[in-house]
Structure formats: C-alpha cells, structure tokens
C-alpha cells in the first residue's frame, strides 16, 4: 500500500491548487481516504475525506465551499480542489487512507487512517 501525494506549491490568496493523491498496491475506490494538513507548531486538521461505498465525502467547516474531493477510479487518484486559497491554507498535506475494506469516513480526526504518504507543501501567500 502507498500514497503519493503531489501538487503542492505557492500560489497568492484567491488562488487555485489542485491536489493528487495517488494510490498504488490497492484499489483506492474500495478504502476511505481523506486529506489532512498540518501547519508549522499545529495540530494536524482533517481537511476532507471520500468514502468507499458510495463515495460519500466529508469536508472540514473550514474550507467548506472552497475546497473538493473527488476520486478518480480510472487513474486510482483521489484528488482535493482547492480554490479561493488563504493565507491560514499554508501548510504540508498529506492523504492517508483506512486499510478495512469497505470503509468510510466517520469524523476528520484521521484515527481510523493507517496507511499515510509523505506530504506536499502548499504555501499561500497574502
């Protein structure tokens, strides 16, 4: 099982990144996986997250209506759309995924996630 998340970098606030959570070893449509984000001297945040049954997703209140998660079965990628960025964005984000076949998405505190990949920088500038 692995995760390779990329697509990070600096954009300035109003900006738009899009993240790519890419899975391999697994098939990621069976599994949740969610997207996490932890700012320098922070706590790590659940930012959102997609389940493997019907694809339900949960997103954090603070980025609701600003960011997106989707999965793309065809690539096995999970992706996390990110607009209107902020400068309290800024942080390394890592997605993470719940080995137990069949599983969803209960909460964003990224207990259940046993599987994480290395995180990507996303900087947002004011």
């Known amino acids: 099982v692995q995760l390779q998340a990329s697509g990070g970098g600096l954009v300035q606030a109003g900006g738009s990144l899009r993240l790519s959570c890419a899975a391999s070893?697994?098939?990621?449509?069976?599994?949740?996986i969610g997207w996490f984000r932890q700012a320098l001297g922070k706590e790590r945040e659940g930012v959102a997250c997609?389940?493997?049954?019907?694809?339900?997703?949960f997103v954090a209140d603070s980025v609701q209506g600003r960011f997106t998660i989707s999965r793309d079965t065809a690539d096995n990628t999970v992706y996390l759309q990110m607009n209107s960025l902020k400068p309290e964005d800024t942080a390394a984000y890592y997605c993470?995924?719940?080995?137990?076949?069949?599983?969803?998405?209960?909460?964003?505190?990224?207990?259940?996630?046993?599987?994480w990949g290395k995180g990507t920088q996303v900087t947002v500038s004011s």
């Open positions: 993470a995924t719940d080995s137990r076949l069949g599983s969803g998405c209960a909460d964003l505190s990224g207990d259940g996630m046993d599987y």
């Open positions: 997609v389940g493997s049954r019907d694809g339900g997703t």
């Open positions: 070893g697994f098939r990621a449509s069976y599994y949740a």
